[in-house]
């Protein structure tokens, strides 16, 4: 396989060098390499705390297919995969691309339909193991959270407190990819999109520093953030949501026609849709 061998001769040569220049562990802990030496895999193995693992590795193809979840698996991969355990290893892992000119492809939730988290060649980063609630402010109607908590994971937590979040509304779904790509949300007539009740998000940047933005610091990820999608040009490793009350009641129901009548119906919604209360979601 072309990707394989290329990433041998790059992995051994990268070695190589790393060997002679030693790894050095610089004051924050993160491993640093001398300079004008780029990082290879081990260093970012010893660099991190989560797993790193690298095509020809036993548990390689587990990790890379291992939580998208329609299990549509293209051929492509990456030549190495980091699956986080903080902001931390992202910024190890930004580093070592860097150094490397890889290019970086993130990966959330894994249920985007296209699998665009698998790329050929490159660095996959894996949040999967962010995916904890970090506070919740009752009173201020306030949460911070990391990106890959599912919609029925926040909503149970948050439901116990008498609050909710404009969630999607498939309760698998993780809030990570979602929020980025707009968020329609259960409520939305009311909450607005999910999107909208982002007060700020941390992430980490291109060039490897963790930052906060929100309409008052770096505006322009904020801005960027909510609706980029698979566009976003860095790695989100946690959302300050804005929360509701809890409502009383969300009440679903399905009405079944004939195809014969599409036309008939789709005429009577196009018609009355504006006129209903916006707590009123219609679909077709
Ligand atoms: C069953 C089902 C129901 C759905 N229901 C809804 C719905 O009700 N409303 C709605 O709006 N959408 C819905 N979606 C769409 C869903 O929101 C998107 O597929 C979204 O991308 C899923 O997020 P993810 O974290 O799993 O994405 P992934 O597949 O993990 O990632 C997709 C891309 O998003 C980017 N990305 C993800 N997380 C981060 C991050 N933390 N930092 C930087 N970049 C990141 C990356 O570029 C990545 O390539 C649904 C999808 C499914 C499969």
Not at 188 to 204: D, F, H, K
């Amino acid at each position: 396989m072309k990707g394989e061998n290329s990433f041998s001769r790059r992995g051994f040569v990268k070695g190589t060098a790393a060997a002679a220049g030693g790894l050095l562990l610089g004051r924050s802990g993160r491993a640093e390499t001398p300079k004008g030496a780029p990082m290879d895999i081990d260093a970012l193995k010893k660099a991190c705390k989560g797993v790193v693992a690298a095509q020809g590795d036993a548990n390689f193809t587990e990790l890379i297919h291992g939580n998208l979840w329609n299990r549509l698996i293209p051929s492509r991969a990456p030549q190495v995969l980091i699956r986080v355990k903080d902001e931390q290893d992202v910024i190890a892992a930004i580093h070592f691309a860097r150094e490397n000119k890889w290019k970086v492809v993130v990966r959330g939730g894994g249920h985007n339909w296209c699998q665009p988290t698998l790329r050929n060649s490159g660095l996959l980063i894996d949040l999967s193991e962010l995916n904890k609630v970090i506070s919740i402010d009752v009173g201020a109607r306030k949460a911070v959270v990391q990106p890959v908590i599912s919609n029925r994971d926040i909503q149970k937590v948050l439901n116990a407190k008498g609050l909710a979040y404009p969630s999607g509304h498939c309760p698998q779904v993780k809030l990570s990819g979602y929020l980025l790509g707009g968020g329609m949300a259960w409520n939305q007539g009311v909450w607005g999109s999910g999107t909208e009740s982002i007060e700020a998000i941390e992430l980490v940047t291109a060039e490897g520093k963790l930052i906060t933005a929100s309409k008052d610091e770096h505006a322009e990820y904020f801005w960027a953030a909510r609706g980029s999608g698979s566009g976003f040009f860095g790695v989100v490793t946690r959302y300050h949501l804005k929360l509701h009350p809890l409502p009383r009641a969300i009440h679903g129901s399905t009405y079944y026609y004939s195809m014969d009548d599409a036309a008939a119906v789709g005429g009577w919604l196009g018609e009355n849709a504006a006129k209903i209360s916006p707590a009123v979601e219609l679909s077709l």
